[in-house]
């Protein structure tokens, strides 16, 4: 897998769920404000939410279009921002440990989130969003699978680890069924 | 060999010392004293002012209380290659850490214990989150002898560990007062005062009489001549703080090498002194505030692998308080094994960098003239000062930013005021990020950061490169720390 990988289009519907909630709280608000014949204050409270709902229904689309993962031999690449742009690159040796989490509004479209933790301490996880739960896992596997190249002897010494006669896509770990991931 | 058999004794359940008891809680009464006393002296009828006091000393009572069950319940010991706690009250906690997850062990003496015999232990562990484990406090005795244990079990690989001892650092008394007079603390310091002076004498301040009374000369002063005296005044009294602190802080400052470890004391009242394995060290890094590069002098800073101390005060990570430029270099070969020379020959990041800088510096300061013009028309002049300053800070900006990156290190300098020049071995990289924000992409212009294991307190960055050139060094330091790292090998 080296080309550019984009998120499933279903994120944004994440994405705008996810702003809609405090406009509708806000649109909750302003009703109660009117009903209560507050002055001015409902104007206010009222141009806010609609603020946020426009961004939240805007921005998501930008967003989408931003991010981009691509897993090379050597590392995993991922570029997003809409007005910051960052392109981080996490050399595949340093990953420490990957976790597969997925929130009720991304489970029901059968999306997960991929946070990935590396031993730095400032920038230490990276979270690779929207993801088709399939795509998810086959990544979490191929992000792990450099731990089944290495060689023992190797890693006694403290030395170079990576045993180049056995295949980048070694056998992965036991990643269990699906299903399973969630149960709790 | 195990660490258990360099620990005779310490594979027991050790409690704190009994003479902890004593300064624990008098360490929380020292705290609580100030809220007592407002809430005493607030008080306005008198059964009320007794009830508040007496509730403030109760809270302290039930505090004291507890902190003493707790300091009782503690118990450390060595054993199975991992140093274990046991602490809590009605829940027992039992925490065990292998000693090769140790990153370094401290040992810090305040002058009170210090006097009594006793010293608190530090023992820093890989894991960011959960932070370290302190005893506080133990005898000096126990703690000489738990820290050699665990240092011994740390690095049990070398054989033959008494014999190599090496005197990297030593910092003589003088050294250490010009470390304390080049900090760039005293230059702050001077602005603050300057502040407070400024206000008192625009509340009317007045100069106390018997200076007055001295002499004649005094009574030729002007308030403006005043205000000039009490800042000078208060600069020297502020410069001589930052010499005191320093000298207090880093006295007898000695850094050894023993092995595959640093130690380090220093410490004139609270005696300071600690361990930390090579291996861990993460990055260094030569910081020169203006003055003291102007006497050819720098200090030298390492960041260790899940050291969250580096950043405070305690002066963990302080390689060299202060050492001539010549030494520099060799130093940071013992620490980091770089060779030197570092800082020359840096490459130049993109000139636009100097125009973002300028707009940067002068948008604000712009606005508020244009606005302030509105009401005095003169105030637009003070751009005549600020446009000149701003590029000239714009110029020093962009000349202060070098870096160098090779297959094996990245060198990145960068601080007007003070310069900051980082080192960083390229198989500790842990992760590469290119950054943009908006001013920048406008110039094709971006931020390079380097991530490591390190406490992350400094940030490695080189900022406006060109964005072509930072996306290929991001790149290729990724791939080279991709090939050279295991992950555990370089934390």
Redo the contacts between chains.
């Keep these: 897998m080296t080309e550019r990988q984009m998120l499933d289009p279903r994120i944004r519907w994440v994405w705008i769920t996810g702003a809609m909630i405090p406009a509708a709280v806000l649109a909750l608000v302003t009703l109660g404000l009117a009903i209560g014949r507050v002055p001015l204050a409902p104007a206010i409270t009222g141009a806010v939410a609609l603020a946020l709902a426009a961004i939240g229904a805007g921005l998501p689309g930008a967003r989408w279009k931003s991010w981009s993962y691509q897993l090379t031999e ?2 995993l ?1 991922i570029r997003f ?1 809409v ?14 440990h990957v976790d597969l989490i997925g929130g009720p509004i991304e489970r029901s479209l059968g999306l997960r989130q991929l946070v990935i933790y ?7 996880d ?1 979270t690779v969003p929207g993801l088709p739960e399939t795509v998810a896992i086959a990544l979490r596997a191929d992000l792990l699978s450099w731990v089944s190249a ?1 060689d023992p002897p190797a ?1 006694a010494a ?1 030395g ?3 045993d180049p006669s056995k295949p980048e896509s070694a056998p992965a770990p036991d990643i269990g069924s699906p299903s399973d991931q969630f149960l709790e | 060999m195990t660490s258990a058999d360099h620990s005779q004794g310490l594979n027991e359940p050790h409690r704190l010392h009994p003479l902890t008891l004593l300064l624990g809680p008098l360490r929380m009464a020292r705290a609580w004293v100030v809220p007592l006393v407002i809430a005493i002296s607030l008080g306005r009828g008198d059964g009320r002012q007794l009830a508040g006091a007496g509730i403030l000393a109760l809270a302290l009572a039930v505090t004291v209380g507890r902190q003493a069950l707790e300091l009782v319940r503690l118990k450390w010991w060595l054993a199975d290659d991992a140093f274990h706690l046991q602490s809590g009250i009605l829940q027992i906690e039992n925490k065990a850490v292998p000693v090769e997850r140790i990153q370094n062990v401290d040992l810090v003496e305040p002058w009170l214990p210090r006097l009594l015999g006793l010293v608190e232990v530090r023992i820093e562990t890989a894991g ?1 989150g959960e932070g370290n484990l302190v005893l506080s406090y133990v005898s000096r005795a126990d703690a000489t002898q738990l820290r050699e244990a665990l240092a011994r079990a740390s690095t049990e690989a070398t054989p033959d560990r008494a014999t190599a001892q090496t005197q990297l650092v030593k910092t003589s008394t003088r050294e250490l007062f010009i470390a304390g007079a080049t900090a760039n603390r005293a230059g702050a310091l001077a602005v603050v005062a300057g502040a407070v002076a400024s206000t008192l004498f625009e509340a009317g301040f007045e100069p106390p009489d018997f200076i007055g009374s001295i002499g004649s000369i005094a009574d030729l002063l002007t308030p403006a001549s005043w205000a000039a005296l009490l800042i000078a005044l208060l600069v020297v009294v502020g410069w001589l703080t930052s010499i005191a602190g320093t000298v207090l802080r880093f006295y007898g400052f000695e850094l050894t090498q023993t092995n595959g470890d640093l130690r380090r004391q220093h410490g004139l009242l609270s005696r300071s002194s600690g361990v930390v394995p090579l291996v861990r060290i993460q990055t260094a890094r030569i910081d020169r505030p203006l003055l003291r590069r102007l006497v050819g002098r720098a200090s030298v800073v390492a960041e260790s ?1 899940g050291s969250v101390a580096a950043s405070t005060d305690s002066g963990t990570g302080v390689m060299a308080p202060i050492m001539t430029d010549r030494d520099v270099p060799l130093l940071i070969e013992q620490i980091i094994g770089m060779k030197g020379p570092f800082e020359e020959h840096l490459s130049p990041v993109s000139p636009k960098a100097i125009r973002r800088g300028f707009i940067r510096v002068i948008t604000i300061p712009a606005i508020l003239a244009g606005v302030a013009s509105f009401f005095f028309p003169l105030a637009a002049t003070a751009l005549l000062v600020v446009v000149p300053l701003g590029y000239w800070w714009a110029r020093a900006r962009y000349k202060s930013i070098g870096y160098n990156i090779d297959d094996l290190r990245v060198v990145a300098r960068a601080g007007v005021l003070t310069r900051r020049t980082w080192l960083v071995p390229a198989h500790k ?10 001013f920048q ?1 406008r110039l094709g212009l971006a931020t390079l ?1 380097i ?6 307190t400094s ?1 490695v960055r080189i900022i406006d490169l060109d964005l072509r050139t930072a ?1 290929s060094h ?2 290729v ?3 080279l ?11």
């Design positions: 050597t590392e690449i921002g007005v910051f742009k960052v392109e981080r690159w996490l050399p595949r040796t340093r990953i420490q590396t031993a730095g301490t400032r920038e230490a990276v290495i890693m403290g170079i680890a990576i | 960011a692998a990289i842990q992760s590469t990020v290119v950054r943009s924000s908006p992409r950061s991530d490591t294991a390190g406490p992350g940030r996306t991001a790149t330091l990724a791939r720390s991709s090939e050279t790292g295991l992950v555990g090998a370089g934390v």
